[in-house]
């Protein structure tokens, strides 16, 4: 063996590789491929060959640190952000949009064919009205304080929870920006103690800022352990004179030890509670703590998408099931007969019924509780049940009583592809076929993505 001949790398902790990238994962990693094994490759793409340090080895597929680009992908950008490489706010800032949609597509696909078993679905080109940036109507950042005192807001480091501390960020509604440097800085001279959840100390967790993006009214929210902030009440006032935008300041209190960012109780301290925003032609009151789809533009064109197709005649009974604050109830009502709103939060049902009113809708009705629950207690067999369900997906309760009541239409609108798969596999099981798939990208710059499916039974007309 001559002396400069090196061996050959070894599927272990610490091996450098090198790999071609040739796939996205739905948790945003790279994907290449090193003698017949896997390896997921954070901030890297399809197309990308890269050297990697192998740090978390299992016998069939390993996690990669990207440790050298050597040749970049078609599809890389430089990120429009300065801190990506650090933030994990967002994973796929160094990607670009037109392959971004593509990948979103795929995850989709794959989904629904490995996990849903279904063959070929036919999976419409991705929604999308915003550029990719500034398109976030919410932001909620964690609060630290830094080694040398100072209060940080911001996203936690990929794979950490320490703070990249931002005072601007492309992703959130650029009207938000200067909030952030002034917010902390006010934070900083009141005193406020930042809570620290390892020694339980100080009560300030998270800083909250929500904008309509029609109507550019801005609530500030700031979460605590506790209801008491001494001197709120004169630094709210001196925030909503600040700022134009600002219509109210309002102080969360969330004294539980997990990771759920708002508590039961949210106070007004100054201003209003609640702003106003324009929502596919009605008008939303929307409190801090409340759901609303994030990205305002793509989340109104498919709802205005899901109207056209639906070719409601104004004779329908629909219940629109995990409603929030009426997003989708409302503008649904508009065109049947009656909608019938549930959710189980009892102050976004106020905010639905209040929106209601607002809109001088009368034709519907709302119940406070959990799907699996209410949905059997209606006793009625709706001509359309619209699911909106958290992450996690439909209860199996839920499921059950939808093939029992058998609606002749659903709609099943998910955030999560892999939930949205189980679902429809025992919604097709049942009798259901999928007449459209229509996914929307509600959050640019990461790997998730919204997708809409129709589905029906009997013989009505495809949409
Ligand atoms: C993805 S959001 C959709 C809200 C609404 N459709 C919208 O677009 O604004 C899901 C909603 O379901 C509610 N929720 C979660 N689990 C529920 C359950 N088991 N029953 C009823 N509502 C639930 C949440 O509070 C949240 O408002």
Redesign the pocket.
């Known amino acids: 063996m001559s002396v400069t001949e090196t061996k050959p790398p070894q599927w272990q902790q610490g091996s450098l590789i090198e790999i071609e990238i040739d796939d996205l994962s739905d948790r945003a990693d790279g994907v290449g491929r090193w003698e017949g094994r896997v390896v997921f490759v954070p901030d890297t793409v399809t197309g990308d060959r890269v050297l990697v340090r192998l740090v978390r080895v299992k016998p069939q597929y390993a996690y990669g640190q990207l440790q050298k680009l050597l040749t970049p992908s078609p599809h890389r950008i430089r990120p429009q952000c300065i801190v990506a490489d650090k933030c994990g706010g967002c994973q796929w800032q160094h990607i670009d949009l037109t392959y971004q949609h593509q990948a979103k597509t795929q995850i989709i696909i794959d989904a629904l064919e490995r996990i849903g078993g279904l063959n070929h679905p036919p999976v419409a080109p991705i929604l999308n009205r915003t550029t990719g940036l500034n398109y976030r109507n919410k932001v909620t950042y964690p609060l630290q304080r830094s080694a040398e005192g100072k209060v940080q807001a911001g996203y936690y480091r990929k794979g950490s929870h320490k703070l990249v501390n931002l005072n601007q960020c492309p992703v959130q509604d650029s009207r938000l920006d200067p909030f952030l440097a002034q917010i902390k800085q006010d934070i900083e001279t009141q005193g406020w103690g930042i809570y620290n959840e390892t020694r339980q100390t100080g009560k300030l967790r998270h800083l909250a800022l929500r904008i309509g993006r029609k109507t550019g009214q801005i609530l500030l929210t700031l979460i605590s352990t506790d209801g008491n902030l001494e001197g709120l009440e004169t630094q709210a006032k001196t925030w909503l004179e600040q700022f134009s935008d600002l219509v109210g300041v309002c102080l969360n209190k969330n004294p539980q030890r997990n990771n759920i960012i708002f508590g039961k109780e949210t106070d007004c301290i100054a201003g209003k509670g609640e702003l106003e925003e324009e929502f596919a032609g009605l008008s939303f009151f929307l409190r801090p703590d409340?759901?609303?789809?994030v990205n305002t533009e793509t989340?109104e064109a498919l709802c205005d998408l899901i109207l056209d197709k639906l070719t409601l005649t104004g004779s329908e009974t629909i219940v629109?099931?995990?409603?929030?604050?009426?997003?989708?109830?409302l503008p649904l009502a508009r065109q049947a007969k009656t909608v019938i709103g549930?959710?189980?939060?009892a102050s976004?049902i106020e905010q639905g019924k209040r929106n209601a009113e607002h809109n001088q809708i009368e034709n519907v009705t709302f119940h406070v509780?959990?799907?699996?629950?209410?949905l059997p207690q209606l006793e009625i067999i709706p001509d359309l049940v619209?699911l909106?369900?958290?992450?996690?997906g439909?209860?199996r309760a839920?499921l059950d009583t939808l093939t029992a009541i058998a609606p002749p239409r659903i709609i099943y609108?998910s955030?999560r592809p892999a939930t949205l798969a189980r679902d429809l596999e025992k919604l097709v099981a049942a009798g259901y076929e999928i007449t459209l798939i229509q996914p929307a990208d509600f959050f640019p710059q990461t790997s998730h993505v919204e997708c809409a499916v129709f589905l029906q039974r009997g013989n009505l007309p495809k949409e």
């Open positions: 409340t759901f609303f789809q989340a629109d099931a995990y409603c929030g604050v009426g997003t989708f109830t549930i959710e189980s939060q976004a509780g959990k799907v699996e629950t209410i619209f909106d369900p958290p992450r996690k439909c209860d839920v609108l955030c």
